[in-house]
């Protein structure tokens, strides 16, 4: 048989993809404001500045919100179909893979370009020159580092555990977690799928394992607690009770803007990270619940949602090259500096959403090129966990089989799917 055509989602969670844009654009304006604008301390203070540096500030707790979406979105309905009885490992693995690869690849060789073209005019920089002064990139006992060993351990989540991040991309440290948070949803979704004890015990071992080594790195337990809590919170949101319309996209965006204040005025204390965790995991399953908005709403937020993860990995080392190159160490509080910032930010988010257009975008052609080419019907040792299907002839004489699929325009959130294909 013959595939005659691709998924086709039925449904977004528009309101999630909002988030997950606006926390993309939270990343990428902090560090901005750290390469154009001097430390708060040093201008004089008012409203528009305080709002403005406020605001720009919120890089790491945007982290934070993407770790509790991808619980939501990719180890909740796996823990759920673990349950069910419908549970694939190779076919999660697969999922992932393709998700973290098909943008880290080009990203790691694009990192590589502009270290070049950065370093061949301030060298200075990629050895930790403005690590005082900037929220990311190199520093004194962490340069830019490039080599096949940095890049194959940043492609297997090792940074910051046994290698650095791969040359200035400083927030590739992210990416580790995740992997590993991946890793670990999945280990704990075979055990809990698990017919026969020896694989159910199997798992457990391995996922002890698992969590012993990311015990080397207490960040890393305590963001595995907060993807989890997101993804306990996609098993919450089934007991909601319906509400108006408007209720819960209220109760959920009401959630989001008091903890934003809060860690503003905390100033980032230590336990803002758990803070952050927990609001989200509760404002996500509200925003889930709320009706979709349509017109230019729904379409910021499918756009943003959909250039996020390429945006993320991409946006840094342009940016630090042409500050490098350009704009080092100068950092005013001018309306010129401000017309530089806008412009620099449209312009990354352009250059993220060509690059999306390029590659990213084909993520599901891929995806499905790697499942052809993977047994799913055998997982771990002969037993199978695999998602049913229910197949019909169509009208035409084609093969419909339905399935439930992650569609990862919204980083792994399931909907229900149709592929076509066609007899010979």
């Not at 720009?56 to 934070?64: G, Q």
């Not at 080392?317 to 509080?333: D, E, G, S």
Request: net charge positive; glycine share 8%.
């Amino acid at each position: 048989m013959r595939r005659q055509g691709q998924a086709a989602s039925s449904r977004r969670l528009v309101h999630l993809d909002a988030l997950r844009g606006l926390a993309a654009l939270l990343v990428l304006v902090g560090h901005l404001r750290s390469f154009l604008f001097p430390a708060w301390s040093s201008i004089p203070h008012g409203p528009i500045l305080a709002l403005f540096y406020g605001a720009t500030s919120l890089a790491h707790p945007a982290v934070i919100v993407f770790f509790v979406l991808s619980g939501y979105l990719v180890g909740g309905p796996a823990l759920g179909r673990a349950w069910t009885g419908r549970w694939s490992a190779s076919r999660y693995a697969v999922h992932r893979l393709t998700r973290l690869w098909v943008v880290l690849l080009p990203a790691l060789a694009l990192t590589l370009a502009w270290d070049a073209i950065g370093q061949a005019v301030n060298r200075a920089a990629y050895q930790g020159a403005y690590a005082a002064i900037l929220t990311s990139g190199p520093t004194s006992d962490h340069p830019a580092v490039h080599g096949w060993s940095v890049a194959f351990g940043n492609l297997a989540g090792l940074q910051s555990l046994i290698v650095p991040v791969f040359g200035s991309n400083g927030p590739l440290w992210s990416l580790a977690n995740e992997s590993w948070y991946y890793v670990l949803g999945g280990l704990l979704a075979t055990a809990v799928a698990a017919r026969g004890r020896p694989l159910r015990r199997f798992a457990v071992i391995v996922l002890v394992a698992c969590g012993s080594f990311l015990a080397m790195r207490v960040g890393l337990i305590g963001g595995a607690a907060i993807w989890l809590a997101g993804a306990g919170a996609e098993r919450l949101r089934a007991w909601l009770r319906p509400a108006s319309r408007w209720a819960w996209f209220l109760a959920g965006v009401g959630i989001l803007v008091v903890i934003a204040i809060v860690v503003m005025l905390s100033h980032h204390a230590a336990w803002d990270d758990a803070l952050v965790g927990a609001a989200a995991a509760l404002a996500v399953p509200c925003l889930a619940s709320a009706p979709p908005l349509g017109g230019a709403y729904h379409r910021a937020a499918t756009w943003m949602s959909d250039i996020s993860y390429t945006l993320y990995l991409t946006h840094f080392p342009a940016a630090f090259a042409l500050y490098a190159c350009f704009a080092a160490p100068r950092r005013t509080a001018t309306w010129e500096t401000a017309a530089l910032f806008v412009a620099a930010a449209v312009a990354l988010v352009l250059y993220a959403t060509a690059l999306w257009w390029l590659i990213e975008r084909h993520t599901p052609a891929i995806r499905r090129w790697a499942e052809a080419r993977v047994a799913t019907t055998s997982d771990f040792g002969g037993s199978s966990f695999q998602t049913k299907t229910s197949p019909s002839l169509g009208a035409d004489g084609t093969l419909v089989v339905d399935t439930d699929r992650p569609d990862l325009q919204s980083d792994g959130a399931p909907v229900k799917a149709k592929t076509t294909y066609k007899k010979r």
